[in-house]
């Protein structure tokens, strides 16, 4: 019998985890160096704003009723439709991939500034050998997912939060110890000449990576309150840490030497540099692992749903039920992503992808928690906290590049109707279904309430004509009637004695002049 997780180490400790990234070994430094601490803070404080609020909407998703599989395909195409649920995971595949670069490209910054590694290595620290470097880490976790088990990384949550704990007390120790970092023992003045979205495109990433926790909840011993507790609970704690960093960095640590060599400033500043550099390499590759080892399982979930090939699902590949093919085909995308071999361009192109998911997660919530009636999370939250959640996330993609902003909707619109149009299983329903029926229900309530007007009266006929064809002469009459701009409603009324009730109203039908169609 598997063994259940509770919130530590089931939703607490990977989300956490994935929290804690390159951007803050390899980047925080420079970001406060060069924007100073009320910009860092402010760029924060919006990221983790963002992250809360999605996760909160994220959270009630994942604690609805008719969640029963792993995977946060599962948890988005079951609660808002296959056709809206591919469509963000898509842009959440692009996320991660890009993501899982980004501690790829960090952890060849981090070899290639280790002197002795580098000289081992004869390599230079530049965007070519981060390349070759990259593409061997990538090869390595592909040959590694292939042989081991992804499961067997739960066990090593442990030993890389202990490493990060380690690492934190060695870097607080070495500020507190080291004299020579201070302030004043520098004059030079650091010109405050940066780009507000060019640090908060290079930060965002750094508060994403909760969604890593959501992806076994059907091995939490309670996830109802598992989910909730542990998403928001990694969110806020990896927000704390950031703030005292950033505060920190700001109070005790000249600005000049922040700036300087960002990649080597915590290990060299730390009381045991080996140690620091250690924690960073076991962070970063835990999540680039996490990551790759994770997203072919979504690519076989969508697979599975017909929304992708089918040579991608784990039905069709080896017995050990690993998606082969999905692996590979995603191990070659990274491929091409790593080579772009410059970290802080990943960032920023990774913050968009973020951006767009957590925008149509956002919305998505907010149209479930307003028209679906079916929609009975553990956790409920108001609708208005996912029209916060877009508003926020699509003017901050907006404010990024305008252009983008235009071109992500068009291919968002065509991602999801393509979708739509094809034969897809459907039978999980549709957000957008319960939107318009919503909307048509207000507008019939809000058209009751008024007094009717002789000018725009329309017909309204209702025929028990029974079956579409069994009695057409009394449907052709009432479309005679109704003409253009009336309403015709068609009813088979059947009896059934044996029965608790004895008459029962099935198969209604609608149809409306001029498009005669029936809508069962």
Same mark, same amino acid.
């Given at each position: 019998m598997e063994k259940k997780s509770g919130t530590i180490l089931g939703v607490f400790l990977p989300s956490m985890l994935s929290i804690v990234g390159a951007i803050m070994y390899l980047r925080l430094s420079w970001i406060v160096g060069t924007?100073?601490?009320?910009?860092?803070?402010?760029?924060?404080?919006?990221?983790?704003?963002?992250?809360?609020?999605?996760?909160?909407?994220?959270?009630?998703?994942?604690?609805?009723?008719?969640?029963?599989?792993?995977?946060?395909?599962?948890?988005?195409?079951?609660? /808002?439709?296959?056709?809206?649920? $591919?469509?963000?995971? +898509?842009?959440?595949? !692009?996320? %991660? &991939?890009?993501?899982?670069? =980004?501690?790829?490209?960090?952890?060849?910054?981090?070899?290639?500034?280790?002197?002795?590694?580098?000289?081992?290595?004869? /390599?230079?620290?530049?965007?070519? $050998?981060?390349?070759? +470097?990259?593409?061997? !880490?990538? %090869? &390595?976790?592909?040959?590694? =997912?292939?042989?081991?088990?992804?499961?067997?990384?739960?066990?090593?949550?442990?030993?890389?939060?202990?490493?990060?704990?380690?690492?934190?007390?060695?870097?607080?120790?070495?500020?507190a110890t080291n004299t020579d970092i201070r302030p004043e023992m520098s004059t030079a003045v650091v010109e405050r000449d940066f780009s507000w979205t060019e640090i908060f495109g290079i930060f965002f990433p750094a508060s994403t990576g909760f969604t890593i926790g959501l992806t076994f909840n059907s091995s939490l011993k309670n996830p109802h309150k598992s989910i909730l507790s542990g998403t928001i609970g990694a969110i806020i704690c990896s927000f704390a840490i950031y703030i005292l960093t950033i505060i920190a960095l700001d109070k005790f640590v000249c600005p000049t030497i922040l700036t300087e060599d960002s990649v080597n400033f915590f290990p060299s500043i730390s009381f045991s540099p080996i140690i620091t550099y250690i924690a960073i390499l076991i962070s970063l590759s835990y999540i680039a692992f996490s990551i790759m080892a994770i997203t072919p399982n979504i690519v076989a979930s969508m697979a599975h749903d017909k929304v992708l090939p089918r040579i991608f699902d784990n039905n069709y590949d080896r017995k050990d039920k690993k998606p082969i093919n999905a692996i590979i085909v995603l191990f070659i995308i990274a491929e091409c992503i790593v080579l772009i071999g410059d970290l802080n361009t990943l960032a920023y192109i990774s913050t968009i992808s973020l951006l767009t998911t957590y925008t149509l997660i956002n919305l998505t919530f907010a149209l479930e928690r307003w028209t679906n009636s079916d929609f009975k999370p553990y956790v409920r939250l108001s609708k208005y906290i996912g029209i916060i959640g877009v508003i926020i996330c699509a003017s901050t993609i907006y404010k990024l590049c305008e252009i983008v902003s235009i071109a992500i909707v068009i291919i968002i619109v065509t991602l999801y109707f393509t979708f739509r149009n094809n034969n897809i299983r459907i039978e999980y329903g549709d957000?957008?279904?319960?939107?318009?029926?919503?909307?048509?229900?207000?507008?019939?309530?809000?058209?009751?309430?008024?007094?009717?007007?002789?000018?725009?009266?329309?017909?309204?006929?209702?025929?028990?004509?029974?079956?579409?064809?069994?009695?057409?002469?009394?449907?052709?009459?009432?479309?005679?009637?109704?003409?253009?701009?009336?309403?015709?409603?068609?009813?088979?009324?059947?009896?059934?004695?044996?029965?608790k009730f004895f008459t029962h109203k099935n198969n209604n039908s609608i149809i409306g002049s001029p498009n005669e169609q029936w809508i069962e």
């Open positions: 924007a100073g601490i009320a910009p860092s803070l402010t760029i924060v404080f919006l990221s983790f704003i963002i992250s809360i609020i999605t996760g909160l909407g994220l959270s009630s998703i994942a604690t609805d009723q008719k969640q029963k599989k792993d995977g946060i395909y599962h948890l988005l195409s079951r609660s /808002m439709g296959v056709p809206m649920g $591919s469509t963000i995971c +898509i842009t959440l595949l !692009i996320a %991660l &991939l890009f993501n899982a670069a =980004i501690q790829i490209i960090g952890i060849s910054e981090t070899l290639l500034n280790m002197p002795k590694v580098a000289s081992f290595l004869n /390599m230079e620290p530049c965007s070519a $050998s981060y390349r070759i +470097i990259g593409s061997a !880490i990538l %090869l &390595l976790i592909f040959l590694t =997912i292939i042989i081991v088990n992804y499961t067997s990384t739960s066990k090593a949550r442990i030993v890389v939060i202990s490493a990060f704990l380690i690492s934190l007390i060695s870097i607080v120790a070495g500020i957000v957008w279904q319960n939107v318009l029926l919503s909307i048509t229900k207000a507008s019939l309530i809000k058209i009751n309430k008024k007094k009717l007007e002789n000018k725009a009266w329309q017909p309204n006929v209702i025929v028990f004509s029974g079956s579409k064809n069994k009695r057409p002469y009394l449907v052709d009459f009432g479309k005679w009637i109704i003409g253009k701009h009336g309403f015709l409603s068609v009813f088979n009324v059947s009896t059934n004695t044996k029965e």
